[in-house]
């Protein structure tokens, strides 16, 4: 990261590290000029991963420069440290992209306990949420080998579709329901699905035929194994001897 150490203090549950950046100079944000003019130091506090059992807190001292450029409408900018973080933050990188993975894994209340169990410190469900929602979605290509299946808004009441793409192991979209409609709807704006597994519903292969009549449609393993679960366990309860006899 281009950072000199300058002391480290190990607490009882925390490291502190404090550094100052190496390089002699600065771009500024606005004209892009390079400036080795000094303006001024001050001190940035970033939270780090953890270290063991410890939080890590880096103390920076950065500078701020004046800007040069006589033409430039900025007087003086503070020295960027993209690589280990974004302009104000209070976290690297690094724990944000952990952070950021915890949120969509586990959520809001979920990923705070597991943020505190990792001693990231104590990180609010709210700010879990906050970083799923400010996160860019990326445009990912049309899958060939599409996994749909129902989600729950609210478990029992209202309900939606979840797209996989199974190449790639990720999620391509959320869709408001479960209806042919929606999911025909969808399939004939990204044309190229070669491979749909489904539930057995009938509103799925209808959408899909509809919508990509020449994909192949097959049922996954786990509807098929639920199925066959339901299936024999109605077996069984309306031919309990057959299970005596066969026990003998």
């Given at each position: 990261f281009?950072?000199?150490?300058?002391?480290a203090q190990?607490?009882?549950?925390?490291?502190?590290?404090?550094a100052?950046?190496?390089?002699?100079?600065?771009?500024?944000?606005q004209c892009?000029?390079?400036?080795?003019?000094?303006?001024?130091?001050?001190?940035r506090?970033?939270?780090?991963l953890?270290?063991?059992?410890?939080?890590?807190?880096?103390?920076?001292d950065?500078?701020?420069?004046?800007?040069?450029?006589?033409?430039?409408?900025?007087?003086?900018?503070?020295?960027?440290?993209?690589?280990?973080?974004i302009?104000?933050?209070?976290?690297?990188?690094?724990?944000?992209?952990?952070?950021?993975?915890?949120?969509?894994?586990?959520?809001?209340?979920?990923?705070?306990?597991?943020?505190?169990?990792?001693?990231?410190?104590?990180?609010s469900?709210?700010?879990?949420?906050?970083?799923?929602?400010?996160?860019?979605?990326?445009?990912?290509?049309?899958?060939?080998?599409l996994?749909?299946?129902?989600?729950?808004?609210?478990k029992?009441?209202?309900?939606g579709?979840?797209?996989?793409d199974?190449?790639?192991?990720?999620?391509?979209d959320?869709?408001?329901d479960?209806?042919?409609?929606?999911l025909?709807t969808?399939?004939?704006?990204?044309?190229?699905?070669?491979?749909?597994?489904?539930?057995?519903?009938?509103?799925?292969?209808?959408?899909?035929?509809?919508g990509?009549?020449?994909?192949?449609?097959i049922?996954?393993?786990?509807?098929?194994?639920?199925?066959?679960?339901?299936?024999?366990?109605?077996?069984?309860?309306?031919?309990?001897?057959?299970?005596k006899?066969?026990?003998?």
């Amino acid at each position: 990261f281009g950072l000199q150490l300058l002391s480290a203090q190990i607490e009882l549950d925390t490291i502190r590290v404090s550094a100052s950046p190496m390089k002699q100079s600065a771009s500024c944000p606005q004209c892009h000029t390079d400036s080795s003019k000094v303006h001024s130091y001050y001190d940035r506090t970033l939270a780090d991963l953890s270290f063991g059992i410890r939080t890590v807190i880096l103390h920076l001292d950065v500078r701020r420069f004046f800007c040069i450029n006589p033409e430039c409408k900025r007087a003086t900018f503070s020295e960027p440290l993209p690589d280990l973080a974004i302009r104000y933050a209070r976290r690297t990188n690094h724990l944000h992209q952990a952070l950021r993975d915890i949120a969509f894994e586990s959520g809001g209340e979920g990923g705070s306990k597991m943020a505190k169990n990792l001693y990231y410190g104590e990180i609010s469900p709210d700010t879990l949420l906050r970083i799923i929602r400010c996160t860019s979605q990326d445009n990912h290509p049309t899958p060939r080998y599409l996994g749909v299946d129902d989600w729950a808004m609210r478990k029992g009441r209202k309900y939606g579709t979840i797209l996989v793409d199974l190449e790639r192991h990720a999620v391509v979209d959320l869709l408001p329901d479960r209806t042919s409609d929606v999911l025909e709807t969808w399939l004939k704006a990204h044309p190229g699905v070669e491979l749909i597994t489904r539930d057995r519903s009938g509103s799925y292969s209808d959408g899909a035929t509809r919508g990509a009549p020449n994909a192949i449609q097959i049922a996954d393993r786990f509807h098929l194994l639920t199925n066959l679960t339901e299936t024999l366990k109605q077996i069984v309860e309306r031919n309990p001897g057959v299970l005596k006899i066969s026990q003998q």
